[in-house]
């Protein structure tokens, strides 16, 4: 089940474990500072209020967490890379936690105190997730889902087969549509039901909490009239499209077409959202760029003395593609050589012989990526948004894949949805993939889904996600 909140779709179970984690994080650091078992080693930090270092706490904790992708539904990491991140999130927590205390000395705490908070901090973490494991597949807390729908848009429910992809619904059955067979069906997949009673009594008689409407033409026999019937009676009513974009976290390009873009919510972009885009991206940008400038120093040199002397440069430039169309030159640190391209343009692949010794290492931690911050300081580019795309690749693209020009309609980023939820594309087929994050993050982009892909982009650095 998921709740929409501030235009963002939330996996209820996953904000039910977020939610009891922080109340865990909050009972490991207060139990330290008040607890009798905590002894003597708080004694003195206990002269303020306690609540104040709590909060402070497990605030920055759970920042760690999301930072880390522990509080996200598309995490898909195996227990030794959940526990890897957790342990990483925690002892970030610590060194950042003692920086903050001892900046506010009148709520300090002491790394012993904070050590101990930690460990309890991660036992009682690592119990809520064995508890939240075993609840996911319980069926009484999933949203009862009837599908009503064609065999056609039904083929494209049927990749949803992984555990992760249907833990906030079950799957009642599908209704066949009159004078539609089914037979793209999984035959072991979900049961064929009739409605000779109507869709309204189905959906009481199994207890349904929502019907899905998947129908390629509606205007051949759709029940509106049931629909309604079903909508009153308080069961659900959505569109097939709708529910793949909640459930999924894109739009589903074979199931798009232009009345749902033009009628549907979302896709605003008014004056708030312009300030709070363009202060987000010169507040992220201005203190990276402060933070990081030793790295990209310490990167000059080195790509300078590798192969710079040959005289291909530091820096490597490149048209791209942005807002509205318009095309701009895009600055990274150079990881080829300076003959990479001599026979055109190419898309970059895994373990590309073009690329060198130094140039493997930052593209790897995305080290290559910090002079675009300048592009963002001067408005090119936001901080969030769809990945630029070189202009040879585009026109392709836009010949190939439908509504591709649409990710246009916000400024590119460094970072974006696309880039957390796909590996690195390098084909049409995957341009194609992306492209239904990007019209998702088109359409429901806020400041608050800006801020969450920022922390978020932190584990995809860490862990080397997606990098070539």
């Known amino acids: 089940m998921r709740i929409r909140f501030l235009g963002h779709y939330l996996h209820l179970p996953v904000v039910t474990l977020a939610v009891a984690e922080t109340l865990g994080f909050c009972l490991a650091m207060y139990g330290t500072l008040t607890l009798p078992w905590g002894g003597n080693l708080a004694v003195a930090e206990t002269t303020g209020a306690v609540w104040e270092r709590v909060l402070v706490y497990a605030g920055i904790l759970d920042i760690g967490y999301l930072a880390l992708g522990l509080h996200t539904s598309r995490q898909r990491a195996d227990a030794t890379g959940l526990a890897l991140r957790m342990f990483i999130a925690t002892a970030a927590t ?51 889902v009837l ?33 539609d067979n089914l037979d793209l069906l999984d035959p072991h997949s979900e049961p064929i039901f009739e409605a000779p009673y109507g869709l309204k009594a189905l959906c009481e008689e199994q207890g349904v909490d929502e019907l899905v409407v998947a129908m390629q033409d509606r205007r051949q026999g759709l029940p509106v009239k049931e629909l309604l019937q079903c909508r009153l009676a308080g069961v659900g009513v959505i569109e097939f499209i709708s ?36 202060a987000l991206d010169f507040i992220a940008s201005g203190v990276l760029v402060v933070l990081t400038s030793p790295i990209m120093l310490l990167t000059m040199l080195a790509i300078w003395l590798e192969d710079g002397r040959k005289g291909g440069g530091v820096f490597y430039r490149q048209m791209r ?117 990007d019209l998702y993050y088109v359409k429901n982009h806020n400041l608050l889904f800006d801020i969450t892909i920022l922390l978020q982009t932190v584990e995809v650095v860490l862990m080397g996600k997606g990098a070539r």
């Not at 064609?150 to 209704?175: I, K, P």
């Not at 090119?380 to 948004?385: E, K, R, S």
């Open 94 to 144: 610590v060194i950042v936690a003692a920086a903050v205390y001892a900046v506010l000395p009148g709520i300090s705490v002491g790394w012993l105190s904070l050590l101990i908070a930690a460990v309890v901090s991660l036992v009682l973490s690592a119990l809520a997730r064995m508890i939240a494991w075993r609840m996911v597949d319980v069926e009484g807390i999933k949203k009862r």
């Open 321 to 437: 593609v942005g807002h509205e169309g318009v095309s701009f030159p895009l600055t990274k640190f150079r990881s080829m050589r300076a003959d990479a391209e001599a026979g055109g343009a190419q898309w970059a692949q895994k373990n590309d012989p073009r690329v060198t010794r130094v140039g493997a290492f930052i593209r790897k931690t995305r080290i290559d990526e910090l002079p675009q911050l300048l592009n963002v300081l001067r408005g090119h580019m936001g901080f969030v948004g769809p990945r630029p795309e070189r202009p040879e690749f585009v026109i392709e693209l836009e010949a190939k894949i439908p509504f591709y020009s649409y990710r246009h309609s916000v400024k590119p980023g460094i970072t974006g949805w696309a880039q957390l939820c796909y590996p690195y594309g390098s084909s049409v087929e995957d341009a194609a993939q992306k492209l239904q994050y």
């Open 147 to 179: 599908l009503y729908g064609s065999s056609a848009q039904m083929s494209v429910f049927n990749r949803m087969r992984r555990r992760n992809d249907r833990a906030g619904f079950h799957v009642v059955g599908v209704v066949r549509p009159p004078g």
């Open 243 to 278: 529910f793949m974009e909640r459930e999924t976290g894109r739009i589903q390009l074979d199931l798009l077409n232009p009345s749902w873009m033009t009628f549907g919510e979302g896709f605003r972009r008014d004056g708030v959202r312009r300030f709070t885009a363009r």
